[in-house]
Protein backbone atom coordinates (compact mmCIF):
# COMPACT_ATOMS: atom_id res chain seq x y z
CA UNK A 1 0.00 0.00 0.00
CA UNK A 2 1.77 3.57 -0.72
CA UNK A 3 1.99 6.17 2.05
CA UNK A 4 3.54 9.41 1.21
CA UNK A 5 5.45 11.52 4.10
CA UNK A 6 5.87 14.84 3.87
CA UNK A 7 8.48 16.71 6.35
CA UNK A 8 8.41 19.40 7.97
CA UNK A 9 4.72 19.10 9.46
CA UNK A 10 4.59 23.15 9.81
CA UNK A 11 7.36 25.80 8.72
CA UNK A 12 7.61 29.11 9.40
CA UNK A 13 9.93 31.79 7.72
CA UNK A 14 10.75 35.28 6.73
CA UNK A 15 9.55 36.82 3.90
CA UNK A 16 12.31 36.45 1.37
CA UNK A 17 13.50 33.18 2.32
CA UNK A 18 14.37 30.23 0.17
CA UNK A 19 12.58 26.90 1.45
CA UNK A 20 12.33 23.14 0.83
CA UNK A 21 9.32 20.99 1.28
CA UNK A 22 10.49 17.68 1.20
CA UNK A 23 7.88 14.19 -0.02
CA UNK A 24 9.01 10.77 0.23
CA UNK A 25 6.39 7.63 -0.82
CA UNK A 26 7.04 4.03 -0.33
CA UNK A 27 6.27 2.62 -3.52
CA UNK A 28 8.28 3.46 -6.54
CA UNK A 29 5.64 2.56 -9.16
CA UNK A 30 4.01 5.73 -9.69
CA UNK A 31 2.59 6.86 -12.89
CA UNK A 32 3.19 10.66 -11.67
CA UNK A 33 3.66 13.08 -8.77
CA UNK A 34 1.29 16.42 -8.11
CA UNK A 35 1.99 19.17 -5.77
CA UNK A 36 -0.87 21.10 -4.63
CA UNK A 37 -1.56 24.11 -2.35
CA UNK A 38 -4.85 25.01 0.15
CA UNK A 39 -5.74 27.72 1.43
CA UNK A 40 -7.86 27.54 4.89
CA UNK A 41 -11.02 26.14 4.35
CA UNK A 42 -10.45 25.56 0.10
CA UNK A 43 -10.30 22.97 -2.86
CA UNK A 44 -6.77 22.40 -3.88
CA UNK A 45 -5.23 24.31 -6.40
CA UNK A 46 -2.41 22.44 -8.60
CA UNK A 47 0.87 23.67 -8.75
CA UNK A 48 3.39 21.09 -10.57
CA UNK A 49 3.25 17.71 -12.29
CA UNK A 50 6.16 15.49 -12.47
CA UNK A 51 5.51 12.55 -14.60
CA UNK A 52 7.10 9.55 -13.61
CA UNK A 53 9.77 10.07 -16.53
CA UNK A 54 10.99 13.22 -15.35
CA UNK A 55 13.36 14.78 -12.74
CA UNK A 56 12.20 18.40 -12.29
CA UNK A 57 9.61 20.91 -13.33
CA UNK A 58 9.56 24.56 -12.82
CA UNK A 59 7.14 27.20 -12.53
CA UNK A 60 8.34 30.92 -11.94
CA UNK A 61 9.03 30.78 -8.14
CA UNK A 62 8.39 26.87 -7.60
CA UNK A 63 10.50 24.39 -8.65
CA UNK A 64 9.97 20.39 -8.15
CA UNK A 65 12.45 17.63 -8.89
CA UNK A 66 11.38 13.46 -8.20
CA UNK A 67 13.75 10.73 -7.35
CA UNK A 68 11.80 8.25 -8.42
CA UNK A 69 14.42 5.31 -7.20
CA UNK A 70 14.59 6.64 -3.84
CA UNK A 71 11.04 7.65 -3.44
CA UNK A 72 11.48 11.42 -2.85
CA UNK A 73 10.46 14.62 -4.21
CA UNK A 74 11.33 18.17 -3.20
CA UNK A 75 9.33 21.28 -3.72
CA UNK A 76 11.55 24.62 -3.70
CA UNK A 77 10.04 27.63 -3.20
CA UNK A 78 12.06 30.82 -3.77
CA UNK A 79 12.12 34.02 -2.30
CA UNK A 80 9.16 33.48 -0.33
CA UNK A 81 6.44 35.91 0.35
CA UNK A 82 3.60 36.42 2.33
CA UNK A 83 1.00 35.16 -0.43
CA UNK A 84 2.86 31.95 -0.15
CA UNK A 85 1.34 30.62 3.27
CA UNK A 86 -0.94 27.52 3.07
CA UNK A 87 -0.53 24.30 3.33
CA UNK A 88 1.14 22.17 0.81
CA UNK A 89 0.48 18.83 -0.17
CA UNK A 90 2.40 16.17 -2.54
CA UNK A 91 0.53 13.42 -3.65
CA UNK A 92 1.28 10.20 -5.81
CA UNK A 93 -0.96 8.16 -9.01
CA UNK A 94 -1.29 4.81 -8.18
CA UNK A 95 -3.69 3.18 -10.89
CA UNK A 96 -6.04 4.91 -12.74
CA UNK A 97 -4.90 7.94 -11.69
CA UNK A 98 -6.13 8.25 -8.65
CA UNK A 99 -4.18 10.04 -6.20
CA UNK A 100 -2.48 9.50 -2.35
CA UNK A 101 -1.86 12.61 -0.47
CA UNK A 102 0.47 12.87 2.41
CA UNK A 103 -0.58 15.36 5.51
CA UNK A 104 1.25 18.49 4.28
CA UNK A 105 3.36 21.12 5.13
CA UNK A 106 1.31 24.34 6.35
CA UNK A 107 3.86 27.21 6.03
CA UNK A 108 3.56 30.83 7.39
CA UNK A 109 5.64 33.41 5.80
CA UNK A 110 5.91 36.34 7.81
CA UNK A 111 6.29 39.80 6.58
CA UNK B 1 -12.53 26.96 -18.06
CA UNK B 2 -14.71 27.53 -15.38
CA UNK B 3 -13.09 24.76 -12.90
CA UNK B 4 -14.59 22.47 -11.04
CA UNK B 5 -17.98 23.16 -9.32
CA UNK B 6 -19.17 21.91 -5.82
CA UNK B 7 -22.61 22.57 -4.74
CA UNK B 8 -23.04 23.20 -1.92
CA UNK B 9 -20.38 24.65 0.17
CA UNK B 10 -21.79 24.21 2.88
CA UNK B 11 -23.89 21.15 4.35
CA UNK B 12 -25.37 20.71 8.23
CA UNK B 13 -27.77 18.30 9.05
CA UNK B 14 -28.66 15.80 12.06
CA UNK B 15 -27.20 12.43 12.04
CA UNK B 16 -29.28 9.67 10.63
CA UNK B 17 -30.43 12.14 7.55
CA UNK B 18 -30.12 11.85 3.76
CA UNK B 19 -27.57 14.17 2.14
CA UNK B 20 -26.54 14.79 -1.81
CA UNK B 21 -23.52 16.85 -2.88
CA UNK B 22 -23.13 17.76 -6.53
CA UNK B 23 -19.88 18.49 -8.93
CA UNK B 24 -19.72 19.78 -12.09
CA UNK B 25 -16.40 18.87 -13.73
CA UNK B 26 -14.57 20.69 -16.19
CA UNK B 27 -16.17 20.29 -19.64
CA UNK B 28 -13.96 18.49 -21.67
CA UNK B 29 -12.75 16.34 -18.74
CA UNK B 30 -13.69 12.50 -18.93
CA UNK B 31 -12.34 11.56 -15.80
CA UNK B 32 -13.91 12.26 -12.38
CA UNK B 33 -13.05 11.70 -8.76
CA UNK B 34 -14.31 11.93 -5.15
CA UNK B 35 -11.81 12.59 -2.32
CA UNK B 36 -12.62 13.01 1.55
CA UNK B 37 -10.43 15.19 3.80
CA UNK B 38 -10.82 15.68 7.44
CA UNK B 39 -8.91 18.58 9.00
CA UNK B 40 -5.42 17.85 9.75
CA UNK B 41 -5.10 15.01 7.08
CA UNK B 42 -5.10 14.94 3.36
CA UNK B 43 -7.54 13.85 1.26
CA UNK B 44 -8.44 10.03 1.18
CA UNK B 45 -9.65 8.99 -2.39
CA UNK B 46 -12.94 7.55 -2.62
CA UNK B 47 -14.04 6.83 -5.83
CA UNK B 48 -13.33 7.10 -9.74
CA UNK B 49 -15.42 7.63 -12.73
CA UNK B 50 -14.11 7.15 -16.64
CA UNK B 51 -17.09 8.87 -18.15
CA UNK B 52 -20.21 7.53 -16.64
CA UNK B 53 -18.53 4.25 -15.75
CA UNK B 54 -17.84 3.93 -11.96
CA UNK B 55 -13.99 1.84 -12.19
CA UNK B 56 -12.99 2.03 -8.80
CA UNK B 57 -14.46 2.24 -5.70
CA UNK B 58 -12.16 2.90 -1.84
CA UNK B 59 -12.74 0.17 0.88
CA UNK B 60 -13.75 3.52 2.81
CA UNK B 61 -16.88 3.81 0.66
CA UNK B 62 -19.31 1.87 2.72
CA UNK B 63 -22.64 0.78 1.57
CA UNK B 64 -23.92 4.05 2.81
CA UNK B 65 -22.70 6.05 0.63
CA UNK B 66 -23.34 6.01 -3.27
CA UNK B 67 -22.12 7.77 -6.42
CA UNK B 68 -23.38 8.63 -9.95
CA UNK B 69 -22.23 9.99 -12.69
CA UNK B 70 -25.27 9.20 -15.24
CA UNK B 71 -24.49 10.94 -18.59
CA UNK B 72 -20.83 11.28 -18.07
CA UNK B 73 -20.79 15.18 -17.11
CA UNK B 74 -21.85 16.08 -13.54
CA UNK B 75 -21.76 13.68 -10.44
CA UNK B 76 -23.52 13.13 -7.56
CA UNK B 77 -22.39 11.86 -4.54
CA UNK B 78 -25.23 10.41 -1.70
CA UNK B 79 -24.28 9.44 1.54
CA UNK B 80 -27.33 7.54 3.44
CA UNK B 81 -27.97 7.29 7.15
CA UNK B 82 -25.19 9.81 7.83
CA UNK B 83 -23.21 9.61 11.18
CA UNK B 84 -21.06 11.89 13.16
CA UNK B 85 -17.63 10.22 11.68
CA UNK B 86 -18.94 11.42 8.11
CA UNK B 87 -18.10 15.12 9.04
CA UNK B 88 -15.42 16.17 6.21
CA UNK B 89 -14.63 17.77 3.47
CA UNK B 90 -15.52 16.32 0.26
CA UNK B 91 -13.73 17.18 -2.61
CA UNK B 92 -13.96 16.76 -6.38
CA UNK B 93 -11.60 16.53 -9.19
CA UNK B 94 -11.36 16.15 -12.65
CA UNK B 95 -8.91 15.10 -15.41
CA UNK B 96 -8.65 14.74 -19.00
CA UNK B 97 -7.25 11.65 -20.30
CA UNK B 98 -5.41 12.96 -23.28
CA UNK B 99 -2.15 11.50 -24.06
CA UNK B 100 0.24 11.74 -21.17
CA UNK B 101 -0.78 12.33 -17.34
CA UNK B 102 -2.76 15.02 -16.80
CA UNK B 103 -3.23 16.79 -13.55
CA UNK B 104 -6.21 16.51 -11.52
CA UNK B 105 -8.13 20.10 -10.75
CA UNK B 106 -9.97 20.65 -7.50
CA UNK B 107 -13.21 22.16 -6.77
CA UNK B 108 -13.64 24.36 -3.45
CA UNK B 109 -15.62 21.11 -1.59
CA UNK B 110 -18.27 20.41 0.04
CA UNK B 111 -18.09 20.77 3.84
CA UNK B 112 -20.23 18.17 5.77
CA UNK B 113 -21.06 18.73 9.24
CA UNK B 114 -23.37 16.40 11.09
CA UNK B 115 -25.25 17.44 14.36
Known amino acids: KQEVTQIPAALSVPEGENLVLNCSFTDSAIYNLQWFRQDPGKGLTSLLLIQSSQREQTSGRLNASLDKSSGRSTLYIAASQPGDSATYLCAVSSGFQKLVFGTGTRLLVSP | DTGVSQDPRHKITKRGQNVTFRCDPI?????LYWYRQTLGQGPEFLTY????????KSRLLSDRFSAERPKGSFSTLEIQRTEQGDSAMYLC?????????????FGDGTRLSIL
Open chain 2, 27 to 31: SEHNR
Open chain 2, 93 to 105: ASSSDRAGNQPQH
Open chain 2, 49 to 56: FQNEAQLE
